[in-house]
C-alpha cells in the first residue's frame, strides 16, 4: 500500500466504507471485504489524487516564487 497508515486511521476508513456501503447500497460488508476495498482504491485510484495534489503544490510555490521576485524586483533602485 501507498500510504502508510495509523492503525487508528486504517480502521475508521473501514468503518467509513463500511458505513457507505450500507447507506448507499443497503448491503453490510465485512472488515475484509472493506480493507480490500481500500487497498484497491489506495493503489489504483490514489495515485491520481496525489499527483493532482503535487501539481497543486507546484503551481502555489510558482506563484509564490513570482510574488518573491516581484517584491525584490520592487526594492531595486533607479
Known amino acids: ?5 495509523k492503525q487508528e486511521q486504517k480502521d475508521q ?5 463500511q458505513q457507505f456501503f450500507y447507506d448507499e447500497r443497503g448491503e453490510e460488508i465485512g472488515i475484509i471485504a472493506a480493507e ?7 493503489k489504483q485510484i490514489g495515485p491520481h489524487f496525489y499527483n493532482q ?3 497543486d503544490s507546484q ?11 516581484d517584491d525584490l524586483y520592487a526594492l531595486e533602485r533607479k
Open 1 to 5: 500500500m501507498l500510504i502508510n497508515w
Open 13 to 17: 476508513a473501514i468503518r467509513d466504507i
Open 36 to 42: 480490500n476495498f481500500l487497498d484497491f482504491f489506495a
Open 53 to 55: 495534489g503535487v501539481r
Open 59 to 69: 503551481n502555489v510555490v510558482r506563484d509564490r516564487l513570482a510574488a518573491v521576485e
